[in-house]
């Protein structure tokens, strides 16, 4: 099992420009604690690991593995938007990055979509201020979009369809971005725009 490494510690409280009793003084521990994890003599305890990530502005999960990401805005990247869906609900979930969702009792494993075939082909026209997205696709029970999105870098529109309904959607024009299609069948189709 991976715990802190006391280099990590180190490394993040500089990084932060504390002092070991500044941060010891928010985790409520004495400065001496902490010079004892950073010279690997001594590792926190796992009660105080939340407060301890907290503190340096890291997740746990960088904290005890160590990977940190530096470069990365913690806002996320709209167009990194990542799609869950459910196989049994088709309840969708949207994720700036990775993460583990599970739904109906079945972890959902994150969608990778394709580029547009000959079935699925995105149909697009530009109306003033908005995209007209249009589909050629069966729309019956068993075989169906179920939902279109829109993703810049700012935002995620998701437009859910039924069966029976036509796929004729309007996006107001953000700039560039991703359009995506998910189909029950074979899966999600994307566009850039
Ligand atoms: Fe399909």
């Known amino acids: ?9 180190r490394e993040l409280r ?3 420009r504390f002092t070991q009793r500044e941060l010891a ?3 409520c521990v004495s400065d001496k604690t ?9 590792f926190p305890d796992v009660v105080v690991i939340e407060d301890l990530a907290k503190a340096l502005g890291v997740s746990i999960a960088e904290l005890l593995t160590g990977d940190l990401k530096e470069n990365e805005n913690p806002s996320g990247n709209m167009k990194k938007m990542h799609f869950f869906v459910c196989p049994i609900c088709g309840n ?3 994720s ?11 972890t959902l494993p994150g969608e990778e979509p394709q580029s547009c075939d000959k079935e699925h082909e995105i149909h697009l026209e530009e109306v003033d201020l908005e995209y007209h997205l249009f ?22 529109e998701v437009v859910k369809l039924y069966p029976e309904q036509d796929i004729s959607v309007r996006f107001r024009k953000k700039g560039h971005g991703l359009l995506y299609v998910y189909c029950n069948r074979h899966g999600m ?3 850039r725009v």
Not at 1 to 9: A, D, E, L, R
Request: proline share 2%; aromatic share 12%; hydrophobic share 35%.
């Open 92 to 94: 969708v979930i949207t």
């Open 1 to 9: 099992m991976c715990y802190v490494n006391g280099k990590t510690i």
């Open 135 to 156: 589909l050629d696709h069966p729309m019956e029970k068993k075989h169906y979009v179920s939902f279109v999105a829109y993703v810049t870098a700012e935002s995620v």
């Open 189 to 191: 189709f994307q566009i």
């Open 34 to 42: 902490v010079s004892k994890w950073e010279t690997g003599k001594g």
């Open 96 to 106: 700036v990055g990775l993460g583990s969702f599970s739904c109906c009792g079945v």
């Open 25 to 27: 003084e928010k985790i």
């Open 14 to 16: 500089e990084k932060r």
